[in-house]
């Protein structure tokens, strides 16, 4: 991975509120050229984010004149106030706090829909006696962090059964991982409220859990790519560039799942867990990409050259469940928030010469 390329920076909300992020100068010309966008994620480089570490590795946002600066801030509310705020080009959450922002006047726009299906849920013990979601009233739901989508999602999938936070449940921060199990298998939560890819590592662990959802969750897109309306008019190629480089990056994860995780281990070594060799890594992190893969996936936007685009019925599904969840307290129009401006751009690349590459890949 070219160095100058992704700059990993690890900042709390109170530092987004005051850090002025610039483009790091460089005494070579072609560098000079590149487009610099800040790209605000709330959670660091794992299984997860396979794709933006082949998109790094595999040099898509070099060629499409990027120098992509990733900000993990561990959470998801930082992400929206800080390109709410400027301090952030791009950002990429679940909707839930975008949805809030915009019901309280904040002008963001959707640009890039990444994970097409739900990724979240509530999870249990297999042989917990929780058996319905109503078993959770008195419980603790464990969270990521406090200031997590997933807290939101969780709120409304409770809220279906009537059940209100901080009167019915309480939320507990755990963290992801290990922590997190740990805090379910000790009793310290009575569910966890997490995603796909951690829910699968669980299971490759031998850790066998049952699941809470509602139907209406599950028809949700899930994490999203978004900026402000003014960013999007003004910086339309950096937009169209990031989300074509995002485009060839997925569909090389989705053909070599394993070549997408070795990069990712080789540039962030740090995502193989102390103790385990790579193959002991990849055997864990396959199974939670496999299932990923099958979300960045869903209605084949690869063959029906859909990178990226929100569908009119996706939109008004969050639309009401947001207003009916409790999310919002006022309807928000998310058709207009998600213009689809730029899928056309997303979708004007090599396909085949991303198979190949990813086919053909060797370390």
Request: charged residues 20%; contains cysteine; negative net charge.
């Amino acid at each position: 991975m070219n160095r100058h390329t992704s700059f990993r920076i690890f900042v709390s909300l109170s530092l987004l509120s005051t850090l002025g992020l610039t483009a790091c100068s460089s005494t070579d010309a072609d560098e000079a050229e590149q487009m610099t966008v800040q790209f605000g994620i709330p959670t660091a480089m794992g299984a997860n984010n396979a794709p933006m570490a082949v998109a790094e590795g595999m040099g898509y946002f070099d060629e499409e004149g990027l120098d992509v600066e990733l900000v993990v801030t561990g959470d998801s509310t930082s992400i929206v106030q800080g390109v709410d705020s400027g301090t952030l080009d791009i950002g990429s959450t679940p909707p839930e706090p975008i949805w809030q922002a915009i019901s309280q006047g904040s002008d963001l726009e959707l640009v890039y829909n990444y994970i097409r299906k739900q990724t979240g849920s509530l999870a249990v013990l297999a042989d917990s006696d929780i058996e319905t979601l109503a078993d959770l009233k008195g419980g603790v739901i464990g969270q990521y962090s406090l200031g997590t989508s997933n807290m939101l999602l969780s709120e409304g999938i409770l809220a279906s059964v009537g059940l209100e936070p901080d009167v019915d449940y309480t939320h507990l921060a755990v963290g992801t991982g290990a922590a997190a199990l740990e805090a379910l298998q000790n009793g310290d939560v009575d569910a966890l409220s997490l995603w796909d890819t951690e829910y699968a590592a669980f299971e490759e662990q031998g850790v066998e859990l049952r699941y809470f959802t509602t139907d209406e969750v599950a028809s949700l897109f899930s994490t999203t790519y978004f900026t402000t309306t003014s960013y999007a008019v003004e910086h339309s190629e950096e937009i169209e560039a990031f989300g074509r480089a995002m485009a060839k990056a997925t569909l090389f994860t989705a053909t070599n799942p394993e070549a997408a995780l070795r990069i990712m281990y080789r540039d962030y070594p740090e995502t193989i867990t102390a103790g385990n060799t790579e193959d002991e890594q990849l055997a864990t992190d396959l199974t939670a990409l496999t299932k990923r893969i099958e979300l960045l996936e869903a209605d084949d936007p690869q063959s029906n050259g859909t990178w990226g685009e929100y569908t009119q019925e996706s939109l008004q599904s969050w639309a009401d469940f947001a207003l009916s969840s409790g999310i919002v307290d006022t309807e928000v129009d998310t058709v207009a928030a998600a213009p689809n401006t730029f899928v056309t751009a997303y979708n004007d690349f090599d396909a085949q010469s991303v198979i190949d590459e990813a086919k053909d890949w060797t370390e």
